[in-house]
């Protein structure tokens, strides 16, 4: 059964820091390049960051030098090191399996973690 299942999510004060964990299960994990999405409340989902099988990475432009998206093949678990947050990255965080690095998204879908920014 394939799954991504996502961690670490909660409320953070501005500022403040976060790191979000996806473990995979029922796929090869090696060879699929893994995002983060996230969708806030009245908005569209969107692209956060993605890393493809050898660690190459694609951020967005809203989170770029404050996010770090990374992972580890040998624990089939992609990671999301969130620091200096803001209110507007308040969101459901999803973990994406199978798409392309600078391209589509992929098919399978975590079910996501709340995250929320606030003081």
């Known amino acids: 059964q394939v799954q991504l299942v996502e961690s670490g999510g909660g409320l953070v004060q501005p500022g403040g820091s976060l790191r979000l964990s996806c473990a995979a299960s029922g796929i090869i994990f090696t060879t699929n390049v893994m995002g983060w999405y996230r969708q806030a409340p009245g908005k569209q989902r969107e692209l956060v960051a993605r890393?493809?099988?050898?660690?190459?990475?694609n951020y967005a432009d809203s989170v770029k030098g404050r996010f770090t998206i990374s992972r580890d093949n040998t624990k089939n678990t992609m990671y999301l090191q969130m620091n200096s947050l803001k209110p507007e990255d308040t969101a459901v965080y999803y973990c994406n399996a199978g798409g392309a690095l600078f391209g589509r998204d992929g098919p399978i879908w975590g079910q996501g973690t709340q995250v929320t920014v606030s003081s």
């Open positions: 890393v493809s099988t050898r660690s190459s990475t």
